[in-house]
């Protein structure tokens, strides 16, 4: 199997392809080829000795789609109830034939001993993480392919549930989470319940951005699935900067067009735009413009996003959308209190005799400890950036009303207040020196 696929990956007559030269191709490049890894290559390429000739000739480079399809599925039972290091083979084995051509599942979804055995994979001791990834890729490609038969029908998702919770608990392989959500996800219906079990987004949100492709692929693949809906809004903040991270990392096309149009969905609502403003996402998807794309609509896809984001930056970051919280007499943490907003917006603040500043003092006499720690940053970051900013603040009193805040009962609120106090004191030399210390 695998001597095919690198001959049709390499364009070499299969003559010339031997199981061994296959070997040393996947032992010298430990990186995916296609869906193959090099520990799928060492399984199909060993099997187990021992084993029936009907499941061995499952790595055969013959047709393996007709090699399965003559199993019967108490031979396949007996290979999930068989040693690791069966099970592990036929599992490898099934998920490839299963990934070459999906009619295959026609064979598992029709005995629900098949589903019963692969979930019992998942909590058997003697299992490996790689194994039950391959185990959680058949049990949800299984539930993908019969959805009425989980849920769909009924409208009772437990099952869904369940094995979700089984295929988050950390003991199945990163890529084989994320393989097995990707087929849970896939399912409209599915997602409510998938994401009901709190271990979902985890595992989608702890993925390094520096992970191979493959992972980064499923990952947000996922992200793109669930972006149409509210399912990620909570997380928000995490979901953005994951994105750009891994826009600043990866360079894989596929990767970066899913992630792309992940992008593209989630700044039509309004607490993720936010959250991919205030991450500075736009940043990630202008320098992709100057990379090399073999698909040349990538690059008109890059620019159009980026203008989309741009838009979307103006809007959420501007002086007007500051007055606007301003109003509300609560500040809330974002883009909007950050450094960057203060060193592009600060010489627009002086607009009706600096009304903004104005109203931003009256917020000092809050009782809400979040405003106030804002209201403090704040005024400081106008009387350090703004010429005019020590004699604004002096003409207002503001420093009169923040000082008696350094004895405020919250911690981060006295903080706060004393750091918006040096800031009005102090020039930006001797802050410069205060920083360096």
């Known amino acids: 199997l695998l001597s095919f696929r690198l001959a049709q990956a390499f364009r070499f007559p299969l003559f010339l392809v031997s199981s061994h030269f296959a070997s040393a191709v996947m032992t010298m490049v430990d990186v995916p080829l296609g869906d193959i890894t090099a520990e799928q290559t060492q399984v199909l390429l060993n099997p ?4 029936s000739p009907s499941i061995a000739v499952l790595s055969s480079i013959g047709d393996t789609t007709f090699a399965f399809q003559q199993l019967s599925s108490a031979e396949l039972l007996g290979a999930l109830r068989g040693s690791s290091e069966t099970a592990k083979f036929v599992l490898t084995a099934v998920v490839e034939c299963c990934r070459e051509d999906s009619e295959n599942y026609s064979k598992l979804t029709a005995d629900d001993d098949i589903f019963t055995h692969l979930k019992s994979v998942l909590i058997r001791g ?22 009425g038969k989980y849920g769909e029908d009924t409208n009772d998702f ?48 702890s993925v390094n951005a520096n992970s191979a492709s493959q992972t980064l692929y499923r990952a ?18 995490r979901v953005a900067e994951l994105l750009k991270a891994i826009l600043a990392s990866c360079r894989s ?13 989630l700044i039509k609502d309004e607490t993720m735009v936010l959250a991919v403003v205030e991450a500075g996402v736009l940043e990630s998807v202008r320098t992709l413009e100057y990379e090399k794309w073999r698909d040349a609509e990538m690059y008109a896809e890059i620019k159009d996003l980026a203008a989309c984001l741009a838009s979307e930056q103006s809007t959420h970051s501007s002086v007007a959308a500051y007055e606007k919280e301003l109003e509300s007499n609560e500040l809330v943490p ?9 060193l592009d917006n600060v010489g627009k603040f002086d607009k009706d005799d600096f009304g903004p500043i104005r109203k931003l003092t009256t917020l000092l006499g809050s009782s809400n400890p979040t405003t106030l720690c804002l209201a403090c940053s704040d ?15 002096g003409k207002l009193h503001a420093k009169a009303m923040v000082m008696p805040l350094m004895g405020h009962s919250d911690r981060q609120v006295a903080r706060e207040a004393l750091l918006c106090v040096q800031k009005m004191m102090l020039n930006q030399s001797s802050l410069n020196k205060m920083e360096a210390k």
């Open 48 to 51: 187990p000795v021992g084993m």
């Open 126 to 147: 003697d299992i490996d993480p790689f194994t039950k990834g391959k185990a959680a890729y058949l049990l949800t490609g299984i539930m993908s392919h019969a959805p």
């Open 158 to 205: 437990s099952v869904v549930g369940a094995v979700t919770q089984s295929l988050t608990n950390g003991n199945t392989s990163t890529l084989g989470q994320l393989e097995g959500l990707c087929n849970l996800l896939k399912i409209p219906t599915f997602r409510e319940a998938v994401l009901d079990q709190p271990g979902t987004l985890h595992v989608l949100l």
């Open 220 to 237: 947000v693949f996922c992200l793109w699935l669930l972006s149409g809906g509210s399912g990620l809004t909570a997380s928000a903040r």
């Open 253 to 265: 096309e596929k990767v970066v067009r899913v992630a792309l149009m992940a992008l593209r969905n």
């Open 334 to 342: 974002g883009y909007l209190h950050s450094e960057r907003f203060w």
């Open 379 to 393: 005024l400081g970051e106008f009387a350090r950036l703004h010429p005019l900013g020590k004699s604004v603040i």
